[in-house]
């Protein structure tokens, strides 16, 4: 009876969480860069009387080169994760074939910190003592914390993280490709970039559990203060 209602109420509560974590923190390195960094490159151009042809010109590169090196810096980032897994993994076996009353004793310890008794954890223990690959992933999990990395995890954060970053790139660049004069191409540019800060940061926001609104408002303040400086910057060079 209670195996039955207990199944009764899982059915009931169906637990929606967002599960794509890893793609979506890719995806807000890529775009908040891409949206940030070519804006103020092009705000700033703008402010040293440059052509929309050679700010375009020199945004495109700027987008091609940072989606590059963002890409590669999002490779290393999940390589080095896989790395640091696997040696932790080895540790861990090496530990569990020299020192395996040790690693027991570490065990019950941390199913104690659950609040288990024991005469409870007790049967545990010997179970994982008679499965290494068991006791192995049990270690991993619960005394260090780590989860076996997907093996292309490295190549498809290369990947997010570059595609978002040359989506991003654009925004602000459109502009400068339909407006032949820069002082209007910049205020396209701006009002452009601004508009599209505001829907990612609310929609980094929403994916992320934080405010949206708040979010909205942070991700397009922190995009204007930075073409802001680059453009008064370049007014100062300039004069």
């Given amino acids: 009876m209670a195996r039955e209602l207990n ?3 899982l059915n009931q509560h169906k637990e929606k969480h967002f599960t794509a974590g890893e793609i979506v923190r890719d995806i807000i390195i890529g775009v908040s860069d891409g949206l940030t960094v070519p ?35 999002g490779y290393l980032a999940a390589k080095s994760e896989a790395d640091h897994y696997v040696r932790e993994l080895k540790r861990e076996q090496e530990e569990i074939i020299a ?16 609040g288990i008794q024991p005469h409870e954890y ?24 780590l989860e076996k990395p997907d093996p292309k995890r ?33 205020l396209a540019s701006v009002a452009l970039t601004i508009m599209a ?25 922190i995009g204007a203060i930075a073409s802001a400086a680059a453009f008064g910057m370049a007014k100062a060079v300039q004069a």
């Fill in 7 to 9: 199944t009764s109420l």
């Fill in 154 to 186: 490295a190549l498809h954060s290369a990947l997010t993280i570059a595609i978002a970053y040359i989506i991003g790139g654009l925004v602000p660049l459109a502009p400068y490709m339909f407006i032949p004069v820069a002082k209007q191409a910049v």
């Fill in 39 to 73: 804006f103020a490159l092009a705000a700033g151009l703008s402010g040293a009387n440059a052509s929309s042809a050679i700010i375009l010109t020199a945004g495109i590169a700027e987008v091609a080169a940072g989606a590059i090196s963002m890409g590669l810096g």
């Fill in 99 to 114: 020192v395996p009353d040790t690693e027991a004793a570490e065990v019950a310890e941390i199913l104690s910190e659950y």
């Fill in 197 to 221: 800060l505001l829907i990612f940061g609310y929609a980094k926001g929403y994916f992320t559990g934080s405010k949206p609104i708040r979010s909205a408002l942070q991700t397009a303040l």
């Fill in 122 to 145: 007790t049967p545990v223990v010997n179970a994982l003592r008679k499965n290494p690959q068991a006791w192995l992933d049990f270690m991993m999990k619960f005394e260090l914390g």
